[in-house]
């Protein structure tokens, strides 16, 4: 912002005093900005000292000296006389005042000229509720044409002046001074008329709210909340009195709860009755008893809604609404009572209650609908975090129909510890199984929490018992269990739950993450309940297979994982008995359900397994387990809509796939914003009709991507693959001749590649490598949006990205300049290989087509490690440093691996290579290629092994390398025994290399073995 007059900035400001270092004109002083974090000043900052409870702002007056400030507000007395006139001294300007954080919060509003003088403001406070208000009071307003915006606990929002909505993020329930003040004039600024604002009890005490003054306050509640700031039961209260006292108008109207006698707080809520009656103020009541001006008449209520009666001033009204609970009708009626003061007519306000969500974490039931309809238990998430809260939303559900109530709940850190016993006890209390679990710990021991929370649990004569009480708890046992990971907890209790059950996730409702002594990292009870709501049925596994259920007694609820092995431990997941041309899944199925498998998905149905196992039967498993992936594939794109990336190529797909994840997982980085794991990527080889499935099949509601590789021996794989991930981004890196085999040529190589593209949809995009002819080639017939890439080029050919200055170095590392259109920048790949760098520029190209920064797809790149046995440069125990490329072989990647050779090696170079296989008719030429390549490159030592070892030899001698540099063998073990005696023999030392390489089938990775350990 532009320089402001100091005396201008101060205009309207009582009771302060100015004392300014000699020779300083006070007319002539500008600030530029307004701070009370002496981190945040620079040159021309004005700095206001506040008191708050762990740190005095007069403390940090020196640093903020040192970053430039010259003006301050302290308080009258709030530094020492010697430390005055010492600043005094040294050029710095004193505002003093009876009172900083009063004087901030009128500076803050001259700041942005006062926009709260052209707005109409409506407070809420109280101890619950007030979140759930706003939103109701919001949805009304919006309904009557009224612009509005909201200042609360979830976020600051406002109606455009086209009608839409703005969101801002929000740090508290209520700003500090200057922050309210700049989200203010916004709202102004975009045509806001009427703000509603959630007044904390931690604002008033802290003077946050400044000038604005309130044409309605109402009050909601009160309970016990934040005693660890106000100490005792009356602070607080007297905090939120000021709502009436300070900061409502005196023509303005206060709604409050009537006055029930023998309440609690009976003598409090008369206080703001009588207090607002004798300054003059209207009062708008409102519950059940007849001096209520909106009285409850009649109330009934579901899970799915409610259905209440209530009278006007006598006048009848009826809505039914979404909302449950008997503390949501209190809500209800109070937004009735701010409408009505507001001028609403009554019409209006009821039809537009019943239409109103409430707000998000709020009783918030959460179901994955008609996207997966796998039943479960209803699940509710809600903000409760006081005793008060949590005993509401549990009594209100425990009225509704159902049969177990569970209840996940703990106590935030730093916090309040009085009411960790009393929260327990209510849990106990109430629900039939008490889950506790972390909330948000912040710097205290989560461990210590929940030992304050567990004495209330026993108190209520509730046991608590281990986890695998939870799986085996006989119908009617009651208990608690603890289970501190709240991810756990979620999944465990709806896990545990069955239909007609309730669960009931509390303490944290809207809240999108967890506070911890590492800081803030994602988390989100509604997004974790999903996920688990998000399980397999034995009804859905039918029902996506096209397959039969078979008749079992007992339903198995929600399932776990699915899988194929039935040795693996698998509590209630799902077995396929997949058949093979040497084994028979079916055989095994007994061993499965020994394991924990409640579901079978088999092709003829098994005897003698008992009621509690269902099977589900289909003409195919190996299919079946494909359009499973492929469902639910289908049904979290129309929930979340993650980015699905598709991969094939003859070489380095496997080497794409783990840079790509690199790079989204940069775009998308675990911490305050994403989840762990927000990145799903093919397991290890998992790329064929088996793998890819099971690789896809754990993706859920908060993956933000999947990168699916995806290999072939035969025409028709990919396009089958393509068609059960449902690529975003497709791409073949390359085309070479690898699985000849199968596809008789390379031309069958590329037609089996070009699957992919055929079976992407129109809207996707394909990332295109120009520096392959067949790639291109087929990529001219796609009329798809695409994204190229070439490390050689051409002056015909015009990339979206390329690269320059490629450089070798030591230790396997790879540098070049990426370049995309104008951008650049340099990037450090920690594998060898110009090869590599092709696969750098392909992964960066599904980066941009993803929508990743350039800065990000650096950061990924240098992330990347190679998987094992794939380039990997590592030093064998005599010195010398070995290429470990032993994880497969073609004629592509096996010259890639030589050239790599060269091109990093300082000394000697040594290759032990064996057989590339599938490679049909070409098989002897392939072979005899490479071996002519190794003598072109000039490879010291060639040490050669498999059947086709003659045909290698054959090309290495014709082309240039003696007899003596040719060494074939017919033992692995002999070919190690050769390499110790040449390091013996000083052959083969410290600034030598090595090269091992062969298909996967000879095993290559015992000769590297013996050779480092």
């Not at 006070?26 to 000292?49: K, M, W």
């Not at 970053?67 to 507000?73: E, H, P, T």
């Not at 002046?161 to 969101?167: C, E, L, S, W």
């Not at 007994?590 to 039967?617: D, F, H």
């Amino acid at each position: 912002m532009s320089q402001i007059l100091l005396l201008s900035l101060l205009d309207g400001i009582k009771n302060i005093k100015m004392v300014a270092p000699e020779g300083v004109q006070l007319a002539d002083v500008e600030v530029s900005s307004i701070t009370a974090d002496s981190r945040e000043v620079t040159a021309s900052t004005l700095f206001v000292a506040l008191v708050g409870v762990e740190y005095d702002g007069h403390s940090f007056v020196s640093d903020a000296m040192s970053r430039g400030c010259r003006v301050v507000v302290i308080n009258r007395n709030g530094i020492v006389p010697e430390r005055r006139e010492e600043l005094l001294k040294n050029g710095l300007l004193l505002i003093e005042t009876d009172d900083t954080a009063k004087t901030y919060a009128e500076l803050a509003a001259n700041y942005y000229q006062n926009p709260a003088e052209k707005l109409t403001f409506v407070g809420i406070t109280g101890t619950n509720g007030k979140t759930t208000i706003t939103y109701l009071v919001e949805h009304v307003l919006r309904a009557a044409g009224v612009s509005v915006g909201v200042i609360g606990t979830v976020n600051n929002r406002y109606t455009t002046k086209t009608g839409g909505q703005t969101i801002l993020p929000t740090r508290f329930t209520t700003p500090e001074a200057l922050s309210l003040q700049k989200v203010l004039r916004e709202m102004v600024d975009q045509g806001v008329k009427n703000v509603i604002i959630e007044v904390s009890s931690h604002a008033l005490a802290q003077e946050r709210i400044g000038t604005v003054s309130f044409e309605v306050a109402a009050f909601t509640n009160l309970s016990r909340d934040h005693l660890d700031y106000h100490k005792d039961m009356d602070s607080y209260f007297q905090a939120k009195a000021l709502m009436f006292s300070h900061y409502l108008q005196k023509n303005g109207t206060a709604v409050l709860p009537e006055i029930v006698e023998g309440s609690e707080y009976r003598k409090k809520i008369e206080f703001l009755h009588e207090n607002c009656e004798s300054s003059g103020k209207k009062i708008v009541s409102w519950g059940m008893g007849d001096d209520a001006a909106i009285q409850l008449q009649k109330m009934g209520q579901t899970l799915d809604r409610t259905e209440i009666e209530y009278t006007v001033h006598s006048r009848h009204h009826s809505l039914t609404t979404p909302l449950v609970g008997h503390y949501n009708v209190e809500n209800l009626l109070s937004a009735f009572g701010i409408c009505l003061a507001m001028g609403i007519d009554e019409s209006t306000i009821t039809y537009a209650l019943s239409t109103a969500k409430g707000a998000p974490g709020r009783v918030q039931r959460i179901s994955t609908g008609d996207i997966w309809p796998s039943g479960g238990p209803a699940v509710l998430v809600d903000y409760a975090h006081t005793p008060d809260a949590l005993e509401k939303v549990l009594s209100t559900v425990k009225e509704l129909p159902h049969t177990n109530l569970y209840c996940v709940f703990g106590c935030g850190g730093d916090r309040d510890g009085g009411k960790r016993p009393e929260m327990g006890g209510v849990a106990a209390r109430i629900s039939d199984v008490a889950i506790v679990a972390d909330d948000n710990p912040r710097t205290e021991d989560p461990e210590g929490i929940i030992e304050q929370i567990l004495p209330g649990v026993v108190g209520e004569g509730v046991s608590v018992k281990d986890k695998q009480w939870l799986t085996t708890r006989e119908k009617n046992d009651c208990g608690c269990v603890v289970i501190r990971n709240r991810k756990d907890a979620i999944s465990a209790a709806i896990s545990c739950a069955r239909t007609g059950d309730i669960v009931v996730i509390a303490g944290k409702g809207h809240e999108p993450y967890q506070l911890t002594i590492q800081g803030r990292k994602y988390f989100d009870d509604r997004k974790q309940a999903e996920n688990v709501l998000f399980s397999w049925t034995d009804e859905l596994i039918a029902k996506a297979t096209d397959g039969v259920l078979l008749a079992s007694t007992e339903s198995s609820g929600l399932l776990g994982k699915v899988s194929t092995d039935s040795r693996e431990n698998n509590s209630n997941g799902v077995f396929v008995a997949l058949k093979g041309d040497s084994h028979d899944g079916h055989a095994y199925v007994k061993q499965a359900v020994e394991n924990g498998n409640s579901c079978l998905l088999v092709e003829k149905e098994i005897g003698g397994l008992g009621s509690e196992v269902s099977q589900v039967r289909v003409a195919d498993t190996t299919k079946a387990l494909g359009d499973l992936a492929a469902y639910r594939r289908m049904a979290v794109q129309k929930l979340t809509n993650p980015l699905v990336v598709g991969l094939t190529g003859s070489c380095g797909k496997t080497t794409v796939k783990e840079m790509v994840a690199a790079v989204l997982q940069r775009k998308w980085p675990e911490g305050a914003d994403f989840p762990e794991e927000a990145v799903l990527k093919t397991k290890g080889n998992f790329n064929n009709l088996i793998g890819l499935p099971l690789s896809l099949l754990p993706i859920g509601v908060d993956h933000r991507a999947a990168v699916m590789e995806m290999g072939m021996n035969i025409k028709g794989e990919i396009a089958r693959l393509a068609e059960i991930a449902d690529p975003d981004i497709s791409c073949i890196t390359n085309i070479h001749g690898a699985h000849l085999e199968g596809l008789g040529s390379i031309e069958g190589v590329a037609q089996a590649k070009e699957e992919l593209f055929t079976a992407t949809k129109n809207s996707a995009t394909l990332v295109v490598n120009l520096d392959d002819e067949r790639v291109r080639r087929i990529a001219r017939k796609y009329n798809h949006k695409k994204i190229t890439y070439a490390v050689v080029g051409s002056l015909e050919l015009t990339p979206d990205l390329w690269a320059t200055d490629i450089n070798m170095e030591g230790a396997g590392v790879t540098t070049f300049t990426l370049h995309y259109r104008e951008e650049r920048a340099e990037v450090h790949l920690f594998i060898p290989g110009e090869h590599n760098v092709s696969n750098a520029l392909c992964a960066a190209s599904i980066g941009i087509a993803a929508g990743a920064q350039l800065q990000d797809i650096v950061a990924g790149l240098a992330d990347f490690r190679p998987a094992d046995k794939r380039m990997e440069v590592i030093r064998s125990i005599a010195g010398f440093n070995i290429i470990n490329d032993t994880y497969n072989a073609n004629p592509a990647s096996m010259a890639a691996g030589l050239r790599t050779l060269k091109q990093i090696a300082s000394g000697k170079m040594f290759a032990v290579l064996g057989d590339m296989l599938e490679l049909g008719s070409d098989s002897a030429a392939s072979h005899y290629d490479v071996g002519k390549l190794a003598a072109e490159l000039k490879i010291d030592d060639l040490a050669l092994f498999g059947e086709f070892k003659d045909d290698f030899a054959r090309g290495a001698r014709e082309n240039g390398l003696r007899e003596t540099q040719i060494h074939i063998f017919d033992d692995k073990d002999e070919i190690v025994d050769w390499l110790k005696t040449k390091t013996s023999d000083k052959e083969l030392g410290k600034d030598d290399l090595l090269l091992v390489k062969a298909s996967r089938g000879l095993r290559f990775e015992t000769i590297v073995a013996q050779l480092v350990e």
